[in-house]
C-alpha cells in the first residue's frame, strides 16, 4: 500500500466526530488503495463520499436523494492522473395516485432474488471500473418513473410494479486490452444516450407473497446494459442493442435453509444467434441461477449457487469472412472479445458461486470468502476479505481479487485487476 | 417458549381481579396472562443494550410497530433500525402464522433488496443480543404444555405472590422456532402479568432468564412492560430492553406489514 493513502486512514476517526446527522440522511466516507498483484502498481487509490437524504415531505410525499463524490490519484479510468468524479445515483419523489405508488426522477430499481448474480436485473446497470467492495456505488440508475400497485390498500399479497426508463442506463465494464485485437482502438466510455426515442425502456412486474414463499414474473423492452463491440468499416464502438426479456424469481423458505431461484430470456434485436447470424455479438440465450442460503450455528453463513447460461443458436464468430483479410482479422477478433467479456463461448455454460462469512461474537471481526467460477472454461475469481470495527462506526477492511484461470476464458482474462486491498470505511 | 418473551409488551385485562378463587391449572393461567398482555396495536421507540460478560457495550435503536392480525390471536410486527449508523435503515418483518412455521424478512438497504430468514434462525440472536427472534414474539399458550408448580414469592418482587408455571413446546415447529425445550414462569397472581421466565436450551440447559419490569397499566385496562432484561447464562451477556415513547391508540395501517413496505421509509 502507498504510505499516504494509509496515511488517511487514521484520519476516519476524526471525520466521525463531526458525523452526528440527523436520521433521515446516512452514508459513508471511505478511503481505499488497490495495489496490483500483476505488476501494474496501484489501480484505484481515492476517497468517497457516499451520502443518502430521505427527507419525507408528509405523510405522502417521499423522496431520496443519493450522491456519490470520489476524489482519487489513481483510478482506473485516470491511471495516471488526479482525477474527481461525482454522481447523482438517486433523486426522486414519490406519491400515491389512486392508491398507485409513482415515483419520479433518477431510480434505482434491483430486481431479483439471487445473490451477486441477477438475470432479471433489467433496469439497472453496474460501474465495474470502480473498485469498490460496496455494491451499492457500483449500481447505476436511469431517468424514469417507477409505478407499483399493491391492491386492497396495500395489503394483498400481490403487488404489480411498472417501470419506465426514459433513457436505458450503461454498464462501464473491465476490459481486459489483451483481448482488443491489436493496431486498433476501441470507444470504452460511450456518451449518455438522449433521452426517449429510441433508448426507452418498459419493465412488468408482478409479486406475490405468501407464508414461506414468494415469487414473481416480469418482462422488459429495452436494451442490453452491456456494450459490445461493433466494427462499423471505419471504428470500433460499443452498441447497447434492444433487448426484449421475460423472467421469473422465487425464495421459499425451509427450516434449515432458504431456497432462491432466478431465471430470464433474452431475446436480441441482432436475431437468435446474434449480429451477423455468427454470434459477432452476444445471441439470445436463457439465463439461471439457483442457490440455498443457510446459518451454521450463529455466527457462519453460506450461499451457495448454481448458475446456468444456455445459448440455444449460438454461432461460431470466427466463420466469418469479410471484404478483406483485414476486416475479417478485425471483426473475428471483436466477436471473440465479446464472446469472452459477454460469457457465451459455449452453447452452455456452468458456473457457480460461494460465499461464506463468519462473525465474531463482539461483532468486532467479520471474514468472508466468496468465489465464482465456471466449470466450461475453468476460470474463477476468489474474494476473501477480513473486516474489523475499530470503533461503533469505522471499518477497516483488507482483501484480495485473484482471477485465475485460462485468460481466454471471461474470469481468467482480468488477470491484470487482480489486486490487494485496504479500506477504512466510516458509516454515518 | 415464546411465552414469557411476550417481551415486548405485557399487559392484562384480568389485573382487576384479584379475588382468584377459582382454581386455575397452568394453560389457563397462561391464557389469561396472554390476554392480559394483547394489545391490539402499538408503537413505540426501542433501545436494545447489550453488556458482554468482559463489560463491552452496545447499543441499538429501533421504531417498533405491532399489530393483531385479522384472526385475533397472531402479531405481525415491523422494526426499523435508526442507530447505530451500520445498521441505520436496516428492517426486520415478523409474520406470525397460525399453522406452520413464522416468516421472518429482513431489508437490507444498502442492496435495497428483502431477503428471506430461515426457520431455524429464529431461535438465533435478534441483531447481537441476547435476544433470538422469537424471544421478541408474543408467546401463545395453545403452543405450550403447562403444568402449575406451585404459588410463591415472586422473584424481585417480595410483596407479591406469584405462579410458577413449567413450560414445554407442545410440537416440534414451536421447538425449532424457539431454541427451547423447556420454561419456568413467574405469573403475577394479582395481574396475570409475566415477571419471569427462565428458559433451557434443547439439551435441558439453564440458558436464559428473562424478567419484566416498569411496568404500566394502560388505559384499555391492559398492561405493558417497558423493560425487559434478559441474562444468558451460558456466555455471561446480559441485555435490555428499553421501550419509551408508546403509542397505543394511533391506527396502524395493515399494509405496513407487508414485503412491499418493509423498504419504504428505510434509507
Partial sequence: ??????????????????????????????????????????????????????????????????????????????????????????????????????????????????????????????????????????????????????????????E????????????????????????????????????????????????????????????????????QFVWDGSRVGLQFYRTRAIGGDFSVTFDDFVLRGESAYFFYETGSSGLGGLSLTEPNHWDSVLGIERGIGARFRIIAQALFRFHPDLKDSQAYVGSSVAETAIVRGLGRANAIIQNYQNRSRLGATLLGSYESEDEKWRAEFSMIGNFVGGDYVLRPKLEHKIMDSVRLTAGLDYYGGPEDQPLGALSAYRSVYLEGAMTF | MKFLLSILFSISVFAADPKQDVKLNGKEIMQKSEEATRLSQFTAKAVLKSTKKTGEEKSKSFQFWRKLKADGARYQSLTRFSAPAEVKGEAILFLENETGANDILLYLPAYQKTRRIERTQQSSSFMGSDFSYSDLTIPHANDYKYILNKEEVCPGAPSKICFRIEGEPATDIVRDQTGYSKMTIWVKKESFTSVRVENYDLTGAFLKSINFSEEEKLSGGKWFHKKIEVENKKDGGKTILQFSELKTEEKIPDSLFTQQALGKGSR
Avoid: C
Fill in chain 1, 1 to 158: 500500500m502507498r504510505s499516504r493513502s494509509l496515511a488517511l486512514l487514521y484520519f476516519l476517526p476524526l471525520f466521525s466526530v463531526y458525523a452526528d446527522v440527523p436520521d433521515w440522511i446516512s452514508g459513508r466516507a471511505s478511503l481505499d488503495d488497490y495495489e496490483s498483484i500483476s505488476g501494474r502498481g496501484t489501480l484505484q487509490s481515492g476517497f468517497t463520499l457516499f451520502g443518502t437524504a430521505r427527507p419525507k415531505f408528509s405523510e405522502k410525499l417521499d423522496s431520496k436523494l443519493m450522491l456519490r463524490g470520489s476524489a482519487y490519484r489513481k483510478s482506473l479510468d485516470k491511471p495516471d492522473d488526479f482525477s474527481i468524479r461525482g454522481e447523482v445515483k438517486e433523486a426522486w419523489v414519490e406519491y400515491p395516485i389512486f392508491g398507485i405508488r409513482v415515483r419520479a426522477g433518477q431510480i434505482i430499481t434491483p430486481w431479483g432474488r439471487s445473490d451477486a448474480v441477477n438475470p432479471t436485473d433489467y433496469l439497472t446497470a453496474k460501474d465495474y471500473t470502480t473498485l469498490s467492495i460496496h455494491d451499492d456505488i457500483r449500481r447505476i440508475g436511469a431517468p424514469g418513473i417507477l409505478s407499483t400497485f399493491t391492491p386492497n390498500e396495500g395489503t394483498s399479497p400481490l
Fill in chain 1, 160 to 227: 404489480f410494479s411498472f417501470a419506465w426508463n426514459a433513457r436505458y442506463a450503461q454498464s462501464k465494464m473491465l476490459i481486459p486490452a489483451s483481448q482488443i485485437p491489436t493496431g486498433i482502438s476501441v470507444e470504452t466510455d460511450p456518451r449518455t444516450p438522449l433521452l426517449f426515442t429510441d433508448n426507452e425502456e418498459f419493465a412488468l412486474k408482478v409479486s406475490y407473497l405468501a407464508s414461506g414463499w414468494d415469487a414473481s414474473l416480469s418482462a422488459f423492452d429495452g436494451r442490453n446494459h452491456f456494450g
